[in-house]
């Protein structure tokens, strides 16, 4: 059975930092690319960053571009999105998300499987 879970979640204050863990069982993530995606109350799912399957190419959204920082740990079958100088508005549900043998993009029904969520909260 495949499933990603997500860790390292929790609430903080602005201006802090939090590293969300995206852990495989069942798939070797370094044949996925890897995407981060964000839900908030009232807002529509957002794709954030994503790392490639191949090259180790990244993207990131433009709400998140000079603060988080997505990257590979292939030994520990993990990917990880380092958050810093965390606001307010970034305050959501964070998934990751596997597609096989891609580059990365964030059309989120494209990704073959999903993790379960962690809560981010930053209060002001």
């Known amino acids: 059975e495949v499933q990603l879970v997500e860790s390292g979640g929790g609430l903080v204050q602005a201006g802090g930092s939090l590293r969300l863990s995206c852990a495989g069982s069942?798939?070797?993530?370094?044949?996925?690319?890897i995407g981060w995606f964000r839900h908030a109350p009232g807002k529509e799912r957002e794709g954030i960053s994503c790392?490639?399957?191949?090259?180790?190419?990244?993207y990131y959204a433009d709400s998140v571009k000079g603060r988080f920082t997505i990257s590979r740990d292939n030994a520990k079958n993990t990917v990880y999105l380092q958050m810093n100088s965390l606001k307010p508005e970034d305050t959501a549900v964070y998934y990751c998300?596997?597609?096989?043998?891609?580059?990365?993009?964030?059309?989120?029904?494209?990704?073959?499987?999903w993790g379960q969520g962690v809560q981010v909260t930053v209060s002001s």
């Open positions: 790392i490639s399957a191949y090259d180790g190419s990244t």
């Open positions: 069942g798939i070797t993530l370094d044949d996925y690319a």
């Open positions: 998300a596997a597609d096989f043998k891609a580059l990365p993009h964030m059309k989120y029904h494209l990704y073959d499987y």
